[in-house]
């Protein structure tokens, strides 16, 4: 890893690109001589080559990110999706590829910034929704990695809200992933503004999940500084207001006539 020269990386890039002509090809022209499988699997190769190689590597990140991996992967990444056959290697060659952006991203800032700008909304809408779990864990990761707390604020825009609504939709019904509860807890509670209009937009349900995950955050047993404890005073002043403008429906349930009403 550490020995690794620029050529095979070059190498490497030559053939993602390749690949991403081949599958356009498909597209195009519903080009029956691309010999998908062996594409895939091709794919699937490099990228686990690519993410292996980063692991701890601050150089092949700069070398990578420099010759356009990022920009070349996302677009892959978009192509894949778009090929209707569900079969594993097409799985495979989408989970590598989203394990090598989060690899390329670790504890790297340069890396980071260049994924959000190629990715964000985009890839995360595109995976974050996708059918196989480990797709949306591997998601989850790389939107982790790269979020702080400018980039969270952009969430707050209508468009880009779906992104943390989908990763809320992620922890209720996959409990499993501990990427989508660090999310949440780490990122997205931090914004007082952003957990307000999120809350506007879940159903009752989602929003006791959201409740949950606030709690959880109260309940860590590290002291918070000034800041957090401003922060969570302010979710709960919210929290307070919505209870004084809903508690009469508390009433309501006493009479018959509103049994209906969730």
């Not at 990140?61 to 192509?79: A, D, E, Y």
Request: with cysteine; glycine share 2%; net charge negative.
């Amino acid at each position: 890893r550490e020995m690794a020269e620029e050529s095979i990386f070059r190498n490497l890039l030559e053939i993602l690109m390749s690949a991403s002509s081949e599958i356009e090809q498909v597209y195009k022209d519903s080009c029956e001589l691309v010999d998908l499988d062996t594409c895939l699997l091709l794919i699937a190769e490099c990228f686990r080559c690519l993410r292996n190689a980063c692991v701890e590597c601050a150089k092949n990140q700069h070398v990578m990110r420099n010759l356009g991996f990022i920009s070349t992967s996302v677009h892959l990444i978009k192509l894949l999706h778009g090929i209707q056959v569900k079969e594993e290697l097409l799985l495979t060659a989408l989970r590598c590829s989203l394990q090598f952006l989060g690899n390329i991203a670790s504890g790297n800032g340069d890396s980071q910034n260049s994924i959000w700008k190629c990715a964000f909304p985009d890839l995360f809408l595109t995976c974050l929704t996708y059918s196989d779990e480990k797709i949306v864990a591997y998601c989850c990761m790389v939107l982790f990695t790269c979020l702080n707390s400018e980039n969270v604020r952009e969430l707050l825009d209508p468009g880009n809200l779906t992104v943390a609504l989908h990763v809320l939709k992620v922890y209720k019904e996959q409990l499993e992933s501990e990427w989508s509860f660090l999310i949440v807890t780490d990122h997205l509670l931090k914004c007082p503004e952003l957990v307000k209009a999120l809350y506007a937009k879940l159903s009752n349900q989602e929003r006791i999940t959201l409740l949950e995950l606030m709690m959880a955050k109260v309940s860590e047993k590290n002291p918070a500084n000034s800041e957090e404890m401003n922060v969570l005073m302010r979710h709960a002043d919210f929290l307070a207001g919505c209870f004084q403008e809903k508690c009469e429906a508390v009433l309501k349930l006493a009479s018959a006539a509103d049994t209906e009403d969730e």
